[in-house]
């Protein structure tokens, strides 16, 4: 993809001129912003629709990645850097008096997720187009994405986020690749002596259109295709549809994402969606499949389906039933193609977001979905009968107690059962999943979470990205494995003061934000620590609390007890419905005002939460970090992958053993990471044990006392109500997740911090050493190893790298 300065120019002025028959010095940002996107959708075209075709050409094989959330975030300046045209066209629009950070603003969010599990995906949908790998990405195009945050008297109000209010750039409509999802109703079936004809009855259908958006690969004339589907009425059907409310059941299907990522819900409309994108999509498949009158008794060797997590797990029965019910293939013949299609990805050990669904629900959604899963179940237990003992069979079959584990289906309907992250992964063989492990302990393996390297890096911090290259070349963006190159020059001291430099710049970058979004004013030359991810008891923002408590308590004491002066950055959504969680947030905002607004303390110590925490304030974030809060109980965070992203901008990590933590303390070295707190098996044993007993460390430990008293005696103000919560939840409760007996480590490790803090050189030096080794946590590499060990599928040979 060539572009030229000049030819940009022309380009550009001559579309805002047809579109809004405007001049450059009359447009409005968003006029400009959707003229830059048609010229660089322009630019792609043409090599999205070859790309596509060559795969069809090539006849190769392709993966289907199907998730409930995506989280691109916005998509100008990713695109820009992949087509190799950020240059050019930042100094185009230079020359036109225009700026593309600017104009990048205007963008909304695709804000189609809640946290980890979506932006991962966003991840890997870059990495599989930058490795030229044919990977598609199949999901829900959401009317309304993750709800907006706003503060109000420190409570978390939810706002309606309408983000295709001035319709979506980047996605096309493909109206005429529609298909029909059958949902409701009854079935029938009807044994004609070769196979079950199947009939339904009183059955709503729903037309799916997919929008799809191209997502470039990096400098590799590479575009695959992110395809999210909308729930519409079918013209023929208007009729079924006579009122309001009947439309409104059909719209509303892809109206709004569920918020909650913390607990599971039974509710009917998830599993409507869960059905509905992957009927869509599997349709979708096997029609293109046919096309080319390839048998269908091969088609795993042609295509792979990826389950992100269990909310597509009925793919494995949708595919069974097209299978049976439309091309009329034996069961067993169709199983086999089934097993050989899947694989699916574990995110979670936490009990209470594994999905069960009733069967009765199940009934009303899908019956004829139902009946394959319960042939499935049966045929399941017949196998093993005999086989394996009762007690086995019952704790591992899909259907129990009137309720479908959806984990069981995926895992005994797919090829591969993969964690995200070692010890996860490990929990899972030993643990939370041993029975499958021990039935098919070959379906097992890790695949350890990576992230964007570029988008991370280049897009978000070009002024640390520039020191990079001006130290080791570039070849690190085609391979982030090269940025080990880095630790070379830990002795370099005019490349350590650079690196420093590099994080001040950031630094007054986002005081600069915080200002404005929040009126507070910090120091750049304040420690920035910071914690930004979703709001869950097990991730502990509320030990991150107490810690500034405690600091405040003794400054109030010791004006001087405190050397390095440090400002807490916050960002955080909590579920709605997570009563607990949006507790920790008013707390936290009442300790901001507290602090902050005290004049004892003298800028020594902020704390600032800021709104509506996503994809583009993660990105302002980041690159200004000093410290990573990765303190998550052991064992439950499976892996973390903001912990990736703010090591490769030269944070240093503040961590629990936990999910990835571990893996990147193995490559930093122990003296380069703050490790503290209860490892796994100290974890473990409490649960076995339950000796754990809380009010030991309130009642022994004066410090832990006076501040959590602070939350019940008024001096921390206006937090009467979620005060008494917080430390009834940790005393009468007996704190879950371990905060007070991790509390004293904590702190230890927190002064260590400090003081190593006060040493530049050290820390600059420990900051480059953590960005040499974040190459190794690259999306390219993470699904490079899906490709080959579970997907088996290969690079486009037409792709071409450099
Ligand atoms: C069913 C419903 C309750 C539900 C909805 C969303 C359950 C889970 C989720 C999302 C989970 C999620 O985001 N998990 C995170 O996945 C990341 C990517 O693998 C991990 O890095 C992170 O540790 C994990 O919490």
Same mark, same amino acid.
């Not at 997590?309 to 797990?313: C, I, L």
């Given at each position: 993809m060539k572009m030229t300065k000049e030819n940009f120019i022309h380009e550009f002025k001559k579309r805002l001129g047809e579109r809004y028959a405007l001049d450059v010095k009359d447009a409005a940002p968003i006029e400009l912003y959707q003229t830059l996107v048609a010229v660089v959708k322009s630019g792609y075209s043409d090599i999205w629709r070859k790309t596509w075709k060559s795969y069809v050409k090539n006849d190769q094989k392709q993966v289907y990645y199907f998730s409930i959330e995506f989280l691109p975030g916005r998509l100008l300046k990713s695109n820009l850097l992949n087509m190799g045209w950020y240059d050019v066209v930042e100094a185009g629009l230079k020359d036109m008096g225009l700026d593309l950070d600017q104009i990048s603003e205007t963008e909304v969010d695709m804000a189609l997720g809640n946290g980890g599990l979506g932006r991962l995906a966003s991840c890997f949908m870059d990495s599989l187009a930058s490795e030229g790998l044919p990977g598609n990405g199949n999901g829900i195009r959401y009317k309304y994405g993750l709800f907006k945050q706003k503060f109000v008297d420190g409570y978390q109000i939810e706002l309606p986020n309408e983000w295709l209010t001035d319709g979506n750039n980047w996605s096309v409509a493909r109206t005429s690749k529609a298909v029909d999802v059958l949902m409701g109703g009854q079935v029938h079936l009807h044994d004609n002596g070769k196979y079950y004809e199947v009939t339904y009855e009183g059955a709503d259908l729903i037309k799916a259109v997919p929008y799809d958006t191209g997502i470039v690969g990096y400098h590799n004339d590479h575009v695959n295709t992110m395809r999210l589907w909308d729930a519409q009425i079918p013209a023929s059907e208007e009729i079924n549809y006579p009122t309001i409310e009947d439309r409104r059941r059909v719209e509303d299907l892809? %109206?709004?994402?569920?918020?909650?990522?913390s607990n599971y819900e039974g509710r009917i409309l998830r599993l409507k969606q869960e059905y509905f994108f992957t009927s869509a999509g599997i349709q979708s498949i096997i029609r293109h499949y046919k096309k080319y009158d390839r048998p269908l008794t091969e088609i795993s060797d042609h295509i792979a389906i990826h389950i992100n997590?269990?909310?597509?797990?009925m793919c494995v029965a949708e595919f069974m039933r097209i299978l049976l019910d439309e091309e009329h293939l034996d069961w067993d013949v169709a199983w086999k193609q089934t097993v050989q299609t899947m694989s699916y990805t574990n995110h979670t050990i936490m009990a209470e977001a594994l999905e069960k669904w009733p069967v009765d629900m199940l009934a009303t959604v899908q019956p004829r979905i139902l009946q394959i899963i319960e042939e499935i179940d049966r045929r399941y237990v017949e196998e093993l009968t005999g086989k394996k003992d009762e007690d086995f069979i019952e704790r591992t079959r899909i259907i129990k107690d009137g309720m479908v584990k959806m984990a069981h289906l995926a895992i005994i309907g797919s090829h591969s059962t993969n964690g995200v992250a070692k010890l996860h992964t490990e929990l899972l063989e030993n643990d939370v999943l041993h029975d499958f492990y021990e039935l098919y302990p070959e379906r097992f393996n890790n695949k350890t979470n990576g992230i964007a390297i570029r988008r991370w890096l280049q897009v978000a911090n070009p002024t640390l990205s520039k020191t990079i290259d001006q130290t080791i070349g570039t070849k690190w963006r085609f391979d982030s494995k090269e940025l080990h190159q880095l630790a070379k020059y830990d002795d370099d001291q005019a490349l350590l003061e650079k690196i420093g430099a590099a994080k001040r710049f950031n630094k007054v970058r986002l005081a600069k934000v915080i200002k404005e979004q929040t009126g507070i004013e910090v120091s750049p030359d304040a420690l920035f620590d910071v914690q930004i991810k979703r709001l869950h008891a097990y991730k502990r923002q509320l030990l991150n609390l107490l810690h500034i408590v405690k600091l405040y308590l003794d400054l109030k004491e010791d004006p001087n007890s405190q050397q390095v002066p440090r400002v807490f950055i916050f960002g955080a959504k909590a579920a709605p419905s997570y009563h607990y969680a949006k507790s920790i947030i008013k707390c936290i905002n009442e300790v901001a005002n507290l602090v902050n607004n005290d004049p004892t303390i003298e800028g020594k110590l902020k704390v600032v939460f800021l709104e509506n925490y996503g994809v583009s304030l993660a990105e302002k974030i980041i690159p200004a970090a000093d410290v990573s809060e990765q303190i998550s109980?052991?064992?439950?965070?499976? %892996? *973390?992958t903001s912990n990736m992203k703010l090591m490769l901008n030269g944070a240093l990590t503040v961590a629990t053993l936990d999910g990835a933590n571990i893996e990147i303390k193995d490559y930093v070295g122990d003296d380069n990471i703050f490790i503290f707190g209860l490892t796994k098996d100290e974890v473990l044993a409490y649960e076995t044990n339950?000796?754990?007993?809380?009010a030991d460390y309130y009642e022994n430990d004066p410090v832990l006392h006076r501040i959590l008293d602070a939350f019940v005696d *008024?001096?921390?103000?206006?937090?009467?109500v979620e005060g008494h919560e917080i430390y009834d939840s940790l005393l009468r409760a007996n704190d879950e997740y371990f905060v007070l007996r991790d509390f004293a480590g904590y702190v230890a490790t927190q002064e260590r911090v400090s003081q190593t803090y006060l040493d530049q050189a050290k820390w600059n030096k420990m900051c480059l050493l953590n960005i040499a080794n974040a190459g190794y946590f690259s999306a390219d590499d993470t699904v490079e190893k899906y490709a080959t060990d579970i997907w088996q599928i290969k690079p486009n040979v037409e792709v071409q790298k450099g």
């Open positions: 892809t %109206s709004v994402l569920y918020p909650d990522d997590d269990t909310h597509p797990a109980t052991a064992t439950k965070e499976a %892996s *973390g339950h000796q754990y007993r809380a *008024g001096t921390i103000p206006n937090i009467e």
